[in-house]
Structure formats: C-alpha cells, structure tokens
C-alpha cells in the first residue's frame, strides 16, 4: 500500500473511530438518562401518594387501611397501553408505608410488614424530614433484580410521623432503553452510510466532467447479453476509478513528483554511460576501443528511447478508462501468431515455444493492446529463459474467464521481488546479459488487464521457473 492509500485508509479509519466512540457513549448515556427520567416521575407519584396519607394521619404514624384497599385494587387493575411500540398490561409501581420508627405498616407485595426499614438510606432521610432515593436488589446475586426506590416523609401537623417508599423494577425500565439503543445504533449507521453515500456522489461530481459516468453507460451498452453481476462488477470498477481520479486530482503534485523523480533517477544511469563515453572518445584511441564505446553510446541512447517510447504509452494507457472501440478478440489465433513469432526470436538461443492446443475463446477487447501484453510476457519468459530451455504458452477456459498463461524454465522470481514486480521501473538483471529492462513491461501488461476489466499476475511454478497469466472476461456465446 503506497503513502496515499495509507493516509487515505489512515483518515477512514480514524472517522469510523470516532464515529464508533460517539456511538458508544450515546448508547451507554441512555441507562442513567432514563433511570433519571423514571425517578423523576417516582419522586411526584411519592409526593402524591403522601397528600393522600396525611389526611388519615395521626400522631401515631399514617392510617394504611383505606390506602392498601385503594393500592390492592391498582395493582389488579388490568389494561392495554401502546408506548412508543412498547405495550404495557399491569401496574409494576411498588409502595411502602412507615411509622416514624421506619417500621413497615404496609407493604403493596406483602412480605414486609412488622419489618424494620431505617437502616435503608431513602428511608432515614425521609424520616428527618427530607428526600431520599436508593437503588437495591431483591436478590443479592441478581443484578437484573435491582428496584428503585424514592421516600418521602408524611406530615401531621408539620411533625414527621411516618414515610411512604415509591419502588419502580430496574427490568420494567429495560425494553424502553432497548428500544432506545436499537433506533440510536440505527439512526448512527444510517448517517454513517449516508456519509459514505456522500462521499460517492461527490467523488462522481468531481470526475463527471471527465466522462467516467458517460463511460460507465457505454460499457453498460457494449453488453452483448444481460450479465448483473458483470454490472455490479463494472460498477464497482467505476467507483475504484472514481476514487483514484479524485485521489490524483487532490494530491496530483505529490503523485508527479514521485513520478518525475523515479523517472530522473532511470535516466540517470544511461546518461552517465554516454557522457562517460563522450568524455573518453575526445582522447586519441585504438579503432576497435573507439567503436566499443560508440556502441555504447547508441546502446545507451536506444535504452533512453525505449524508456521514454514505454512512459509516453503507459501514461496514455493510464489516461484512459474505457476502450475506444473493443471488438472480439479470438484468443487462440492471436496465441498461434505470437507463439511462431516468439519461437522465431528464440531460435537462435535453441529456445522451445510450445503452444498448449487452445480451445476457441473471445473476449471483448482491443487486439493490439493485448498482443502487446502477451508479447511483453512472452519478452520476459525469454530473457529469462536459459539457452535451450522451454517455454509454455496456454489457455484455460474456466467458467466466465479465459486464462492466459506463460511458463518459463528460468531461475523464477527471488523472494524480494514477488511483490514488486509489476511496479514502474523495477526490473531484475537478465541472466545472460546482466543488463535490465525498462521496467515497464508488466506495469504496461496489467494496465491493459484493467483496462479489460482482467488481471495479471504472475508467481514462481513449483517445478521451477515462473508462470504469468493475465486473466480476462470471456464473450459468452448463446447455448
């Protein structure tokens, strides 16, 4: 992954980090707000349940008979309440009524009464005179048992004589916060993707006048029967395309300076050979050393000229984005060409071009750009080849793809390389010259794979030697 592409995932990963972290704390901020908003109703129904005490009451503590006849009659109550899709059927509001002692004169679940509840906090500060919550568990090694609890006091004649307890389950509270996080952690997604959606429309909008849109509508129209998944595939080439175009326009003077630099230091070699040669030929010297280092010139002058033919092609081959006019290609015809012109090339090194009997397959393309690819991997195959060695020319139909395939019997890809080889300017040293190619040749093979919506690659075969292969789309015919 080069430095853009890691700033740019860098940049991607550090939004969805911080849009990951907000979402956490929204969704772990709801618990306490609604516990929050529950006690604040409990506090007012406390407050109302004690104005109805404080009538009956007496110096001796609250009268409970009428209130646990009114209580018992709630609690058995039964309805039908749609909350914002929650459905609520019965009343889960738990009360306690307290003599001044904090002893309990009555229990709405009945299995506390004669009980001694001042040592509870809610309780002793209701008992003083004041408001008092807590939260505690019916059953200790339960934490989904918790209960919320607000006390306060019940006057007769401004004199504290007892308290009422307000308890709401923690769990009645739960499908309401559920509800809540599932639509915050939607809501959250639907933003992140409309963010992402964004994105892509502005991506677009930055490349339309380009035509890649235009483009994406040819291609679609160049389909000679209705393939979705080809589309989608077409598609998401687009947005790749999309995404590099925006890329370079965003950062295309760091991305020509990388270039004007790699290319400076190519040049730099064959120039110092020439000027080198130039210097020495101004001095008097024997015929034959004057004609080695005029060879040297022109052989240095003809790599200068190679280099730059192969970067003004590479650079319109980058440019574009669609093919001008595809038209189907018959593999197996342009293999049988190549393969005589190749064994033809190698004859003199007693080099053996098989060509592996192809079955009849078309891709849609254009047949110069791919007898250029294949012929640069047959290039390869024989610089690398030694003298009488083999090479294996193929092709594989498999399912939706034809597979082209070039074997050589060389010494193979050392380690350090297999990543780099399709790099601009990486080249390895030719075993019988000791001299290096432009390193342009399989930057040019996979730029026309993309450019047939294909690919390239190439790896070491176990029986040694290397196998490249550059995989297209094959026309479908009608069965």
Known sequence: MNRRNRIFAGILLAYLAGVGLLMWRLVDDIAPRYRESAEDSMVETAQLLATLLEPTATYSGPNVDEFARHFAALRSRRFDADIFGVRKQQVELRAT??????????????????????RWRDVRLALEGRYGARTSRDVDSDPDSAVMYVSVPVFYQDRVVGAVTVGKPVASLGQYMQAARRKTLVAGMTAALAAFILTVILSFWLVI??????????????????????????????????????????????????????LTHELKSPLSAIRGAADLLQEPMPDADRKRFL??????TQRIHELVDRMMQLAALESRRLLDSPQ??????????????????????????????????????????LKQAVGNLLANALDFSPPGGRIALGLEISGKSATISVADSGPGIPNFASDKVFEKFFSLTRPDSTRKST??????????????????????????????????????TAE
């Open 97 to 118: 009524v307290l003599d001044a002692e904090g002893r309990v004169l009555f229990d709405s679940l009945g299995r506390n009464e004669g009980a001694d509840f001042s």
């Open 209 to 262: 006048p380009r035509g890649l849109v235009g483009d994406y509508i040819r291609r679609v129209r160049m389909q000679r029967s209705w393939d979705l998944r080809g589309l989608w595939r077409h598609l998401a080439e687009m947005t790749s395309t999309a995404y590099r175009d925006v890329r370079d326009a965003l950062e295309g003077r760091s991305y020509a300076a990388d270039y004007a630099q790699t």
């Open 295 to 300: 060879d040297n010139i022109e052989r240095e």
């Open 328 to 369: 189907p290609v018959e593999l197996s015809t342009l293999l049988e060409g190549l393969a005589t012109s190749t064994a033809a090339a190698g004859a003199a090194r007693g080099i053996e071009v098989l060509l592996e009997a192809p079955e009849p397959a078309q891709v849609l393309g254009d047949p110069l750009l």
């Open 439 to 476: 390193g342009l040749g399989l930057t040019f093979v996979r730029e026309i794979a993309h450019l047939h919506y294909g690919r390239a690659a190439i790896r070491n075969r176990a029986e040694g030697g290397a196998i490249a292969t550059l995989t297209l789309p094959r026309i479908r």
